[in-house]
Nanobody
Framework: VQLQASGGGLVQAGGSLRLSCAAS????????IGWFRQAPGKEREFVGA????????YYADSVKGRFTISRDNAKNMMYLQMSSLKPEDTAVYSC??????????????????WGQGTLVTVSS
């Protein structure tokens, strides 16, 4: 399955943005999917993950309460709603498919298929 993230752009601090992740060439309906981000000069960072049914979510402390992950299995889509954005949220955001169907891992090594990322820039 190939993933493609979209929806990035330039936003002012305090603003909101919604990212989308589309799957093609297959389905990710039966696995956990997640979001990661990588800022310039920094390591890839876990953002959040959602279980296959879209019921359970798990977020990094840095985004908890500000970001919300959702999925629409009928459309093979996942979303990341970001609000109260901060300059430190600036990064390339990527979506990925986990090796697990239920376990909400935060380890990048547990994610198999990575999509092309989308750049989010938050200005102060």
């Amino acid at each position: 399955v190939q993933l493609q993230a979209s929806g990035g752009g330039l936003v002012q601090a305090g603003g909101s943005l919604r990212l989308s992740c589309a799957a093609s060439g297959g389905t990710f309906n039966n696995v956990v999917i997640g979001w990661f981000r990588q800022a310039p000069g920094k390591e890839r960072e876990f953002v959040g993950a959602i279980d296959r049914n879209g019921i359970m979510t798990y977020y990094a402390d840095s985004v908890k309460g500000r970001f919300t992950i959702s999925r629409d299995n009928a459309k093979n889509m996942m979303y990341l709603q970001m609000s109260s954005l901060k300059p430190e949220d600036t990064a390339v955001y990527s979506c990925a498919v986990s090796r697990y169907s239920a376990f909400l891992s935060r380890r990048a090594a547990d994610f198999l298929s990575w999509g092309q990322g989308t750049l989010v820039t938050v200005s102060s």
